[in-house]
């Protein structure tokens, strides 16, 4: 199994700026996929994450506001950008080494902002 | 992706088995039934996974029915730390997308 570490693993920030959290998987994946878990729901995928490709995100998520890199196999970002008191959540991102292997998650990244 | 469907709420004395069902009527032949559960907001673990065939592991049981279309996760022999919320999930292995329903909370209690 994958082991992922995230970070920050928790932050404070003010409307309208951004943050980039990192992603950090302990071996060569495939996929990497990042969630977002609003207080007290289950979790909404954002987007699918493909090295060498451009991300693919699920409806409701845009580029602009959620971008994401994925430099190598074992390492991606996620920007939220222009934050809102709205964006405050729980950010996860998970890992797989194929479509049909099982998805790993790291800790998490917890989100307020004022 | 097929749509699966849970109990929201379970309780379960400590000790004893829990079981937690999940519909998956809706299923199809390339999906694989996941079976996570997420602590007190901490990144979800997995647990198992089947496709057709039941399937155990250190952690829990995973029955499939032979229609495929529900199964139930077994944990044998409940503890305090094993409250959390259960969540099925079918994988679409053309995708490779886990898409999260709002799962069971189960409540393991002494």
């Known amino acids: 199994s994958a082991v992922i570490s995230q970070k920050p693993s928790r932050d404070i920030c003010q409307r309208g700026t951004s943050l980039t959290i990192q992603c950090q998987v302990d071996s060569q994946v495939t996929m990497m996929f990042w969630y977002r878990q609003q207080p007290g729901q289950s979790l909404t995928l954002i987007a699918t994450?493909?090295?060498?490709?451009?991300?693919?995100?699920e409806s409701g998520f845009v580029i602009d506001k959620f971008p994401i890199s994925r430099p190598n196999l074992t390492f991606s970002t996620l920007t939220v950008s222009n934050m809102s008191p709205e964006d405050s959540s729980i950010y996860l991102c998970s890992a797989s080494g194929g479509m049909r292997e099982t998805q790993y998650f790291g800790p998490g990244t917890r989100l307020l902002v004022l | 992706d097929a749509k699966t469907t849970q109990p929201t709420s379970m309780d379960c004395a400590e000790g004893r088995a829990a079981n937690l069902p999940c519909n998956h009527s809706?299923?199809?032949?390339?999906?694989?039934v996941y079976w996570y559960r997420q602590i007190h907001s901490q990144g979800p673990q997995y647990i198992i996974h089947g496709l057709k065939n039941n399937e155990t592991n250190e952690m829990a049981s995973l029955i499939i029915t032979e229609d495929r279309k529900s199964s139930t996760l077994i944990l044998p022999h409940a503890t305090l730390r094993d409250t959390a919320v259960y969540y099925c999930i079918a994988l679409s292995g053309n995708t490779g997308k886990l898409i999260f329903g709002q799962g069971t909370t189960l409540q393991v209690k002494p």
């Open positions: 809706t299923i199809s032949g390339n999906e694989y």
């Open positions: 994450a493909n090295q060498g490709s451009e991300a693919t995100y």
